[in-house]
């Protein structure tokens, strides 16, 4: 076996996180536009504005159970002329004396201007008799007052959600046109790899990687035609690479992107495509690498389980929601107070796991244990992550700092 050299400098210029975000930002155009029904489009986003077409209700209708009068009747007990339930409509007309009853819901004979509430009437032998003063256009609700004609419902880009999709069951309008969801291969690299239901020998390890990403790519809206293992051969991973990106928008691979004489990724990618970058000042995880293979987008994640993560999390989750065409693509940023001191990295911005709740009105924030880039358990249970400045130094307990919210923090 002839052993190639180690090098001992990257041949990529470290770029910052601003700069690689951006660069991620100018590639992930959203896809296209596809048509689907209204009622499998939750958490889609929409790429048409929606335009309300009628008036809701279409005509004055009670808001409550009652009678429908005229008002100018005052007090003064009035014939009953029958009932209007909601969804049926009556041929009487209300005129000076009568009334009829009405449902919540049903829309006003002619003639009538106001509805008596129920709790206010009496009614004996078909004669409604009113125990409180009757006020002009009482109990009714106006033409168009739910919804009116012409009034723009949903700008392109509205996230769809219960009450847009309930709006969308309202006007009729059963089939939209969203932005395509990106579809996401997973190709996990490494010669130590098994499967997670098999028994690793010495030295090798369960494939945590590719089920973690696959969740997280998922969760941020992606279909997975593609993923599979690859040992560390530089032609089978070249094959796999081909494989994955002709089964999808956007391959992620894991690990083989760092400085080992088995890192293959970064050439391979080279070759097929243009690496956009090689090294970001970023912490955990400085070699994440981002090419474009034609239009088609690829990360290479680092291999250890907590860079892969929050790699994907502050990149890659972000550029599939622009793929989406999402309007709002980042994490929010919240302050919070750190509970604990915390060392910073002179080198590189580290995003720290952290568990973050709500104390006093304020986001506090707790350590979730030693943050070493291979312990996944420092990942578990984190719903923000730390954005620590790099310099030397430490932060005191109280101090506040930037973060990232993965998931809404529990209250007091
Ligand atoms: P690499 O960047 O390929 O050298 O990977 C660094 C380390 O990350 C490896 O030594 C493994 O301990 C770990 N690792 C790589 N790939 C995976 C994976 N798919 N699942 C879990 N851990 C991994
Ligand atoms: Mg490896």
Redesign the pocket.
């Not at 390890?205 to 590719?210: T, V």
């Given at each position: 076996v002839t052993m190639r050299p180690m090098a001992t400098q990257s041949a990529y210029e470290m770029v910052s996180v601003a700069q690689a975000k951006e660069s991620i930002a100018r590639s992930a155009q959203p896809l296209g536009i596809e048509q689907v029904s209204a009622f499998d489009a939750r958490g889609r986003v929409l790429a048409t504005r929606i335009v309300s077409t009628e008036n809701l209700p279409p005509a004055h209708r009670s808001a409550v159970d009652g009678y429908a009068v005229k008002a100018s009747d005052g007090q003064a007990p009035r014939k009953v002329l029958g009932e209007i339930t909601a969804g049926h409509v009556l041929d009487h007309s209300i005129t000076a004396g009568t009334a009829l009853r009405i449902m919540t819901g049903g829309l006003l004979p002619p003639g009538a201007d106001t509805v008596v509430m129920v709790e206010d009437t009496e009614e004996h032998d078909a004669v409604m008799h009113v125990h409180a003063p009757v006020n002009l256009g009482w109990n009714v609700h106006p033409p168009g007052l739910d919804l009116a004609e012409d009034q723009v419902i949903f700008e392109p880009g509205t996230v769809l959600g219960p009450a847009e999709i309930g709006m969308l069951a309202t006007i009729g309008h059963v089939t939209v046109s969203v932005y395509r969801r990106p579809q996401v291969s997973m190709l996990?690299?490494?010669d130590?790899?098994v499967e997670p239901w098999e028994e690793p020998p010495y030295g090798a390890?369960?494939?945590?990687?590719?089920y973690a990403v696959l969740a997280a790519a998922a969760e941020a809206g992606a279909t997975s035609p593609w993923n599979r293992i690859v040992h560390d051969d530089e032609d089978a991973t070249r094959s796999a690479i081909v494989e994955g990106l002709a089964a999808a928008d956007v391959l992620l691979t894991?690990?083989?992107?760092?400085m080992?004489t088995?890192?293959l990724i970064k050439p391979i990618l080279e070759e097929l495509g243009t690496v956009q970058f090689g090294r970001v000042s970023f912490k955990p995880g400085k070699?994440l690498t981002f090419a474009t293979v034609g239009k088609k987008l690829v990360f290479g994640l680092?291999?250890?389980?907590v860079s892969s993560l929050v790699t994907f999390e502050v990149f890659v989750r972000p550029a599939l929601l622009r793929l989406q065409g999402h309007p709002s693509p980042e994490r929010p940023r919240v302050q919070v107070r750190i509970g604990q001191q915390i060392r910073l990295d002179p080198s590189r911005p580290e995003y720290q796991r952290a568990f973050v709740r709500w104390q006093d009105g304020e986001l506090v924030s707790s350590p979730t244990g030693i943050q070493a880039s291979?312990r996944l358990m420092s990942m578990v249970g984190a719903n923000a992550l730390l954005e620590l400045e790099a310099r030397e130094g430490t932060l005191q307990a109280g101090e506040r700092v930037p973060a990232l919210l993965l998931a809404t923090p529990p209250s007091d």
């Open positions: 996990a690299t490494g130590e790899l390890i369960r494939d945590s990687n590719r894991s690990g083989g992107v760092s080992g088995r890192d070699p680092p291999g250890f389980p291979s």
